[in-house]
């Protein structure tokens, strides 16, 4: 028997209604690619978005065409977002940091019609542009005044573009699951896959995020919104805010110390998310100018695992609570979020700072598990490590126009990552599967070695990598970058890390590099030092 409620769709911009109609007074404050601050309200962001999904009519754009969009976090951004989805089409974020060969790739096949682009980003875009052979239109995010000369087809300014347009569009209306966005993931062999949110997918995912044991919003709060629109679906929050009638400050293309302290502080933001780069960044302010952080109450860190020294750093010198999340692209992408929970209550601080450098637990809407090599399922012991397997309405079923099978029997998900879950819960990623150190029949986690290795002066970023060895089958190369003008030597280093981690996960070598490679998406290139560094000996 069916229960008898209202086949009420999950469509993502009754998000945008309900937030315009109950908070539509609520401020919404971008730092403007152009310069000066940009004040609006939730209410008006609707109206644009409608005029947006006018506009994209009038420009032919049907249900379940792909809309490109290069652009940083900023009001326009998310209108633009909300009137692609209610006009049934697809927003499809690029993420400029991208190489221009992947970049060339992702437009072609996802066929994208029209790109909207920052200012920023025309430079990018004119270079690549003869490659977009399904681009007919740009729409470059500004007003007349601020237009450039450009050689983009059909280029127009974005107010010009909707001032052509009324707002009294109705947003369409169609299946929950149909397609609402695109986002490639940079993928470290191999061509970018796409996952493809839903409507249904990017509800469900912002109203879990906006759980109280997970970002929890609620309409007080002023949220800086730093993690990128065009990185892994900007962790929900353009959905998780207006749902929520939070706040919303976007921080334009000013991704650096001092512009994000100065948001922070005039707009009294306090809850905030970004990767750990962005953070050293602002740390680094803070200690320079000796400034401290009022009105901040939480940060949440991702994507990247947080170094305890962030984590002691928020927490103890500057008050602010640290929320470590994880995810990827394929999750939509939160996976869990390291809150502590009633039975962690009895920990002392010390245990308490520990315990937050575990990437956490699951909200309600994710399923995790650790499997071994052969698929047997692995306890909740805290200790066995294996592959972290998900599955959830927020996590994907396979990739953009590729014919190859993703999840395994009973609808696994593998996430690539090899962790392990303790008896509360919490989830600690030790590696990627990819980059997994094993000596010895024994894996080594690189993340700890790491995470041990930047907590010695000096030391401004690490990297682990496995190097074959004779007798261990692999070893650990350690490879450091020195802070500016530090003349410290690799022997420092390995004595530091003495007592810090297992004696035998003691890095056989350090070598000093200027610089370590990056992807796009901020992480450590451990393919490209791997054969960098596969002719390197060890000397024991
Ligand atoms: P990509 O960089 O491949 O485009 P994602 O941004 O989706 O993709 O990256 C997801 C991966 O990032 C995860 O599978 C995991 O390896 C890593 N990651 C994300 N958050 C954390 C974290 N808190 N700690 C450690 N690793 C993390």
């Known amino acids: ?81 909300f009137g692609i989805m209610g006009n049934g089409a697809i927003y499809h974020t690029l993420n400029p940091r991208l190489f221009a060969e992947q970049l060339d790739y992702i437009v072609n096949h996802a066929e994208d019609e029209i790109m909207f682009v920052d200012l920023t980003f025309v430079p990018i875009v004119e270079a690549l542009q003869s490659k977009f052979g399904t681009v007919r239109k740009y729409i470059l995010l500004t007003d ?42 940079s993928g470290t062999t191999g061509n970018p896959k796409g996952v493809l949110y839903s409507h249904r997918s990017n509800v469900l995912h912002g109203l879990m995020v906006n759980q109280p044991d997970v970002f929890g919003l609620k309409s007080e709060d002023v949220i800086l919104a730093i993690v990128p629109m065009f990185h892994a679906n900007a962790w ?58 009022p ?11 947080v170094p305890p020294m962030m984590i002691r750093k928020f927490e103890l010198d500057y008050g602010v609570e640290v929320i470590h999340g994880w995810g990827m692209t394929e999750m939509s992408p939160l996976g869990t979020t390291g809150k502590m929970k009633n039975a962690t209550s009895h920990l002392d601080q010390e245990a308490r700072l520990k315990l937050k450098e575990k990437q956490g637990r699951t909200p309600y809407g994710v399923e995790m598990k650790v499997v071994d090599d052969d698929g047997n399922d692995l306890p909740r012991d805290g ?83 496995g190097l074959s060895h004779p007798k261990w089958t692999e070893r650990p190369l350690l490879i450091v970058v020195r802070d500016a003008g530090s003349d410290l030597e690799a022997d420092a280093v390995l004595a530091y890390l003495d007592g810090k981690i297992a004696k035998w ?7 000093f590099v200027d610089e370590i490679p990056h992807t796009a998406t901020g992480k450590i290139q451990k393919m490209s030092l791997r054969e960098q560094f596969k002719d390197f000996e060890f000397s024991k």
């Not at 539509?24 to 005029?51: K, Q």
């Not at 929520?244 to 650096?256: I, L, R, S």
């Not at 996960?505 to 070598?511: A, K, Q, R």
């Open 236 to 293: 929900a929050l353009s959905f998780a805010a207006p749902a929520a009638g939070a706040k919303m400050v976007m921080p334009g293309a000013g991704m650096d110390g001092k512009s994000i302290y100065e948001l922070l502080e005039t707009e009294k933001v306090n809850c905030t998310a970004a990767v750990p780069t962005v953070w050293l960044g602002l740390l680094q302010y803070l200690e320079e100018t000796g400034q401290k952080l």
């Open 383 to 465: 200790k066995s490590a294996g592959h972290l397997l998900v599955k959830g309405p927020c996590v994907s079923s396979g990739y953009f126009r590729l014919d190859e099978q993703t999840l395994s029997d009973g609808g696994w998900f593998d996430t690539g990552d090899i962790a392990n879950i303790d008896p509360l819960g919490f989830m600690q990623i030790t590696d990627r599967d990819k980059d997994v150190i094993k000596s010895g029949g024994e894996w080594i986690s690189s993340i700890d070695v790491e995470n041990a290795a930047v907590g010695c002066p000096g030391v401004t970023e690490a990297a682990v990598i």
């Open 144 to 185: 007349s005044e601020h237009m450039p000369e450009t050689n983009l087809p059909n280029a127009v300014a974005y107010e010009d573009w909707i001032d052509s347009a009324d707002d009294d569009f109705i947003w369409k209306s169609f299946d929950e699951n149909t397609a609402a966005g695109l986002c490639y993931t």
């Open 1 to 81: 028997m069916l229960g008898l409620m209202q086949d009420y769709p999950l469509l993502a911009h009754t998000i945008l209604d309900h937030g315009a109609l109950n908070h539509g007074e609520r401020e919404m404050v971008t730092r403007s690619v152009e310069g000066p601050i940009r004040r609006t309200t939730l209410a008006d962001v609707r109206r644009r978005s409608l005029r947006v999904a006018r506009a994209l009519e009038l420009e032919g754009v049907k249900l379940g065409d792909r809309i490109a969009t290069m652009a940083w976090n900023t009001e326009r951004h998310l209108e633009v977002w």
């Open 505 to 511: 996960w003691i890095p056989d070598d350090v070598v």
């Open 295 to 305: 009105y901040l109450e939480k940060v949440v860190i991702g994507g990247a695992a």
